[in-house]
């Protein structure tokens, strides 16, 4: 029995069901480089039109997250970061004490009178 003209051979269908991850890479790569179509490739996976403009949807999200995270701060650099304020805010209030308390040390000292002290000899 021969198959017709105008039957895709079964390897470019791909088998029916859920898609591996490796096959929706290839599938937004090739879409993305302009290799291939929606038709093509939703043909070649066996997928409807609408599953690779969503394969797609989730390869140019992912992209976006991909590059923002080389950017963003991560949470334990956040909490790092806060650590280091409120250490900074602890120092602060510490020196601020030592200067005061200083300062009513020395007022203290220049009330009391001095004491001539006796000779030795």
Not at 26 to 44: D, H, P
Not at 103 to 117: G, N, Y
């Amino acid at each position: 029995m021969t198959k017709s003209k105008n039957t895709p051979p079964e390897s470019t269908r791909g088998r029916p069901g859920r898609r591996s991850a490796a096959d929706r890479t290839e599938a937004v790569r090739l879409l993305l480089s302009g290799k291939s179509s929606i038709e093509q490739l939703s043909l070649k996976y066996a997928v409807s039109q609408e599953t690779i403009e969503s394969w797609r949807d989730q390869g140019l999200d992912a992209l976006d997250t991909a590059f923002q995270s080389g950017t963003a701060r991560s949470s334990k650099e956040k909490e790092l970061e806060q650590q280091l304020a409120q250490m900074r805010a602890a120092l602060t209030r510490t020196v601020m004490e030592k200067e005061l308390l200083q300062q009513a040390l020395d007022i203290e000292r220049d009330k009391r009178p001095t004491v001539p002290r006796r000779s030795r000899g």
